[in-house]
């Protein structure tokens, strides 16, 4: 997933972009537009791999392609997660810990 997918879908998830600080990309609308925000990427996560034909399948399957794409879900997860911390200013949230939660379903 590139930057502007991620912004594009923070955007849709009722976030704007922020022009008071060079730092800071974008102003939250509340814990409501975080939660969408994270449903949004778990959808685009979901919908890559399924037309990326890449499958996972099962949690200890050792095919090459399939560890690296749950490495990759994993980071990218953890990097969403970091990005709602950041965003609330609190390393330990309600969205960053349902964005982690999504790995161990």
């Known amino acids: 997933m590139k930057r502007d997918d991620i912004l594009r ?3 849709q998830a009722g976030m704007e972009r922020c ?4 730092r800071c990309h974008l102003h939250t609308g ?3 537009s975080l939660t969408y ?3 949004l990427i778990a959808a ?5 791999i399924k037309w990326n034909s890449i499958h996972s399948c099962h949690a200890d399957c ?8 749950r ?5 990218e997860r953890e990097a969403c997660a970091n990005v709602a911390a950041w965003i609330l200013k ?3 949230n309600d969205v960053s810990a349902a964005i982690r939660a999504r790995g161990q379903e």
């Open 71 to 75: 490495e990759a879900v994993a980071a």
């Open 30 to 32: 509340g814990m409501g």
């Open 44 to 48: 685009a996560e979901r919908e890559a």
């Open 90 to 92: 609190m390393p330990e």
């Open 37 to 39: 925000f994270a449903k």
């Open 9 to 11: 879908m923070a955007e």
């Open 19 to 22: 022009k008071c600080e060079p």
């Open 62 to 69: 050792q095919n090459p392609a399939c560890v690296i794409v």
